[in-house]
C-alpha cells in the first residue's frame, strides 16, 4: 500500500507520555495554544518529538487559517482538520511545493500486528457475531465489533437496548488484550479503512482540500484553499502498489474497474466528485485518481467578494438579469470557478421559484426549498441504450413547469434542447467549457451541440471565469468578463455582443464598460421593472442602489452564509427593497 515519505529525516521519540507530558521537555517549550492541544492529542506531541525543530523552527498552531497565510513563502503551520486529525504545512526547501503532511491519531504507532491478529478474529468468530446490518449505522456496528473482539481489561457498561431493540447475541469470545491507545488506534483504522478512504481519508476530512489527485507512481497531490498546490507525504513508490490501491478504492465507492473498462467515475458519500483510471495500457505513468472535494456549506456571492473574484456592482448586475428571468451560462477553461459562481449566484432566484438542476455528477447546490435535483444515470449496464442521459432529463424537465432550470455543464446534444427551452420561454442557467464569449458561440453552433445560430441571442448573459495571475504574481478567480449577446445579423454571418463588465489584469480591478450602454439592462429588464421611455437609464441608479444593499449587508452586518443571504434576500424582495 501507499508510505508516508516525510521532507526530513525523522528524530527518535523519547516516550509514549503514557504517564503525562508534564516532564517532557519538548513540551515545556511548545507554545500555549499547541501544549494545549498536545496534551489533548498525545500523538501531536510525539510526532513534535520527530520533527527537526530547531533546523525547521517551531511550527504555528492555529485553529482556524486566514487566506494572509497563503503568502507566506516558507510556512511552518498546523492546523485540526478533525476526526482527532491534524495537517502540517512545511515549507520544502528543496521543491516548488510546500509539503501537506496528516498527523493521523495512529502516526507514531505500529499497529500492523495488532489489525492483523483483530481481523483473524473477526473471521474467525464471524458465525458468533451478530449479523451486519446494511441499513444500520455501521460505524456503530464496526466499533461494536472490535469491542466484542479487542479489549483493554477495563470493564465497560452494559448496553441499554431501545425499545423494540434485539437483544445481542452473548458469546463467549477469548478477546485480544491491547492497551487502551492501541484498542483507540484500531478502532480509528478500522473506520478509516473499511468505511472511509483509506491513507486518503485525512485528506477528505480536511475542509480546506478541494482537489486529491495521484497522477501515477509516486505523491498524492491536492489543492489547498489556502496554500494552493501542495505535495501530500502519501506517496506510491510502485506500480503494484497503486493498482491494489485503485483497485479497492474502486471497490470501496461500489465502482469496480478492470482493464476491459478501466475508467470510472461517482459520487462518494459526502457528494465530492471521483474520477478513476486504472491500469497501465491507457495511464503510462500507472493507475491514477483525482478527487473534486464537496464543499458542504457552498461559497456564497459575498465569500467571492472576499475573494475578490467580483465586486458590488457586477452582483447588482447578476441580481437583476438573474431575477428577471434571464439565460446565463457561466464559461471558462476547467478549474476556473464556474460552478461556484452559478452555484452562489442561485440566491439571486426568487425564493418561491422552482428549480431543476441536471447533472452528470451531482456538484449544484440550491438554497431553494422547492428544488428538484436530477441526475444522469451512472450505473454500467449490458444494455445502456436504456440509460438515462442529460438530455432525457432536460427534456423532461420541459414538463414540470419551472422557473428556472440549471444544467451543470453543456457539452453535448443536451445544449439544444437548453436552447429550445429558451426559445419558448423558459430561464436556463448552466456552465460551459470556453475561453471567450466567441469561442462558446463557436462550440455552441458547430458539432455535437449544433444549435441554430439564429438562436444564439436567446442567449443573454456570457460571465467569463479565469484562473489569473495577479498584478502580485499570485494566483486567483477572477470573473475576467460580463458579456450580453444582443443579436445574430444572417447576413453578415455576425453577432452583436456588448460588453457590460471587464476585468484589468493591471490593476486587479472591474470596469462597467456597459454603464450608460447596456443593451440588456435598458431593452430588457428596465421595461420589467416599469422603467420605459426615457425612465429606462434609471436602471443604472437601481445597479448602484442594489450595489450599497449587497455591501451593507456583507461589510455592516457580516452577512456570508450562502443560506442565510438567500432568506435576507428573500425578505428584501417580500417588502419591494430588491
Known amino acids: 500500500m501507499s ?18 507530558v508534564n516532564n517532557c521537555e519538548l513540551f515545556k517549550k511548545l507554545p500555549p495554544e499547541l501544549q494545549k492541544q498536545c496534551e489533548a492529542n498525545l500523538h501531536l506531541l510525539e510526532y513534535l518529538h520527530i520533527v527537526p525543530i530547531d533546523e525547521v523552527g517551531m511550527p504555528e498552531f492555529h485553529a482556524e487559517l486566514n487566506r494572509k497565510m497563503g503568502e507566506s513563502k516558507a510556512p511552518n503551520y498546523i492546523y485540526p482538520a478533525g476526526e482527532g486529525i491534524f495537517i502540517h504545512i512545511l515549507h520544502d526547501p528543496k521543491d516548488n511545493r510546500h509539503t501537506y503532511i496528516p498527523i493521523e491519531p495512529t502516526f507514531t504507532q505500529d499497529l500492523s500486528e495488532i489489525m492483523a491478529h483483530v481481523e483473524s478474529r473477526c473471521i474467525e468468530m464471524s458465525e458468533d457475531l451478530d449479523d451486519f446490518d446494511p441499513e444500520g449505522d455501521r460505524k456503530i456496528q464496526l466499533l461494536e465489533y472490535i469491542d466484542r473482539i479487542a479489549a483493554t481489561g477495563v470493564k465497560t457498561p452494559p448496553v441499554k437496548l431501545e425499545k423494540g431493540e434485539k437483544k445481542k447475541k452473548i458469546v463467549n469470545i477469548q478477546q485480544i488484550k491491547v492497551k487502551p491507545r492501541e484498542l483507540s488506534g484500531v478502532k480509528y483504522l478500522f473506520l478509516r479503512d473499511k468505511l472511509g478512504l483509506g491513507m486518503l481519508q485525512p485528506l477528505i476530512v480536511d475542509p480546506y482540500i478541494e482537489d486529491i489527485s495521484c497522477s501515477g507512481m509516486g505523491h498524492v497531490f491536492v489543492e489547498h484553499k489556502i496554500f494552493k498546490s501542495l505535495k501530500s507525504t502519501i506517496v506510491f513508490t510502485t506500480l503494484e502498489e497503486l493498482d491494489e490501491f485503485v ?34 495500457d491507457v495511464s503510462k505513468r500507472g ?54 459562481l452559478l452555484n452562489a449566484i442561485t440566491t439571486f432566484i426568487h425564493p418561491l421559484a422552482k428549480i431543476i438542476t441536471i447533472e452528470d455528477t451531482p456538484e449544484l447546490q440550491v438554497p431553494h426549498k422547492n428544488w428538484i435535483r436530477e ?73 455535437p451541440i449544433s444549435v441554430p445560430k439564429t438562436y444564439i441571442d436567446n442567449l443573454n448573459v456570457v460571465v467569463l471565469t479565469s484562473s489569473v495571475k495577479l498584478p502580485n504574481g499570485k494566483s486567483a478567480r477572477r470573473v475576467i468578463g460580463i458579456n450580453e449577446i444582443v443579436s445574430y445579423d444572417s447576413a453578415t454571418e455576425s453577432y452583436n455582443i456588448v460588453q457590460a463588465f471587464n476585468w484589468d489584469e493591471s490593476t486587479d480591478t472591474f470596469h462597467f464598460t456597459g454603464y450608460m450602454s447596456s443593451y440588456l439592462l435598458e431593452s430588457r429588464i428596465a421595461a420589467k421593472m416599469g422603467l420605459a421611455g426615457r425612465q429606462k437609464r434609471r436602471i443604472y441608479d437601481e445597479i448602484e442602489r442594489r450595489a450599497k444593499i449587497l455591501q451593507k449587508l ?25
Open 247 to 280: 483497485l479497492r478504492l474502486a471497490e470501496q465507492i461500489k465502482k469496480p474497474v478492470t482493464y476491459k473498462e478501466p475508467i470510472a467515475d461517482a459520487t462518494l458519500p459526502d457528494g465530492s466528485r471521483i474520477n478513476i483510471v486504472y491500469g497501465r
Open 375 to 447: 441526475v444522469v444515470q451512472t450505473t454500467k449496464t449490458d444494455d445502456t441504450s436504456n440509460a438515462v442521459t442529460m438530455f432525457d432529463l432536460l427534456k423532461a424537465a420541459l414538463r414540470q413547469r419551472p422557473n428556472e432550470i440549471m444544467v451543470g455543464e453543456i457539452r453535448g446534444a443536451e445544449g439544444n434542447i437548453a436552447f429550445q427551452a429558451m426559445q419558448t420561454g423558459h430561464s436556463v442557467m448552466a456552465t460551459f467549457h470556453a475561453a471567450t464569449t466567441e469561442k462558446l458561440i463557436q462550440r455552441i453552433t458547430n458539432n
Open 287 to 340: 493507475s491514477n485518481f483525482t478527487i473534486r472535494k464537496f464543499n458542504e456549506t457552498p461559497v456564497s456571492i459575498f465569500n467571492l467578494i472576499d475573494f475578490g473574484s467580483l465586486n458590488y456592482q457586477m452582483l447588482a448586475y447578476l441580481s437583476l438579469t438573474v431575477g428577471n428571468g434571464m439565460n446565463l451560462f457561466v464559461s471558462g477553461e476547467t478549474a476556473s470557478g464556474k460552478t461556484t
Open 554 to 578: 456583507h461589510k455592516e452586518q457580516g452577512i456570508t452564509d450562502f443560506y442565510e443571504i438567500l432568506e435576507v434576500l428573500g425578505k428584501a424582495q417580500k417588502e419591494g427593497l430588491f
Open 3 to 20: 508510505q508516508t515519505h516525510l521532507p526530513f529525516a525523522p528524530g527518535a521519540t523519547t516516550d509514549n507520555h503514557e504517564n503525562g
